[in-house]
Nanobody, 125 residues
Framework: QVQLVESGGGLVQPGGSLRLSCAAS????????MYWVRQAPGKGLEWVSG????????YYGDSVKGRFTISRDNGKNTVYLQMNSLKPEDTAVYYC??????????????????WGQGTQVTVSS
């Protein structure tokens, strides 16, 4: 059974940091590109970041570039999103996704082979 389980969300003040984790199981993790996609309240999905199978290539949406860092540990079947200098506009449900293909700047959920249940991030004072 395929699972993507996100964790690490919560409430943080503006300027603070959080690290999200996504634990994968049930598929060949190191054969998949991994992604983070978010959805702010009342808005559509926004593509956040992606990482290649071995982690050599990383990509970011313009709104998070320079503040967020994606990484993966294939030995632990886990992908991470380190979020620094958080802003109120980063408030969203963050989803982890997986696909065999490179999907850059693609927010459409149906595009991805696997999708997690999401973790809430709230940035507020």
């Amino acid at each position: 059974q395929v699972q993507l389980v996100e964790s690490g969300g919560g409430l943080v003040q503006p300027g603070g940091s959080l690290r999200l984790s996504c634990a994968a199981s049930g598929f060949m993790f190191n054969s998949y590109w991994m992604y983070w996609v978010r959805q702010a309240p009342g808005k559509g999905l926004e593509w956040v970041s992606g990482i290649s199978m071995l982690g050599f290539n990383t990509y970011y949406g313009d709104s998070v570039k320079g503040r967020f860092t994606i990484s993966r540990d294939n030995g632990k079947n886990t992908v991470y999103l380190q979020m620094n200098s958080l802003k109120p506009e980063d408030t969203a449900v963050y989803y982890c996704a997986a696909d065999l293909n490179r999907r850059l700047q693609v927010p459409d959920r149906t595009t991805y082979r696997y999708w997690g249940q999401g973790t809430q991030v709230t940035v507020s004072s």
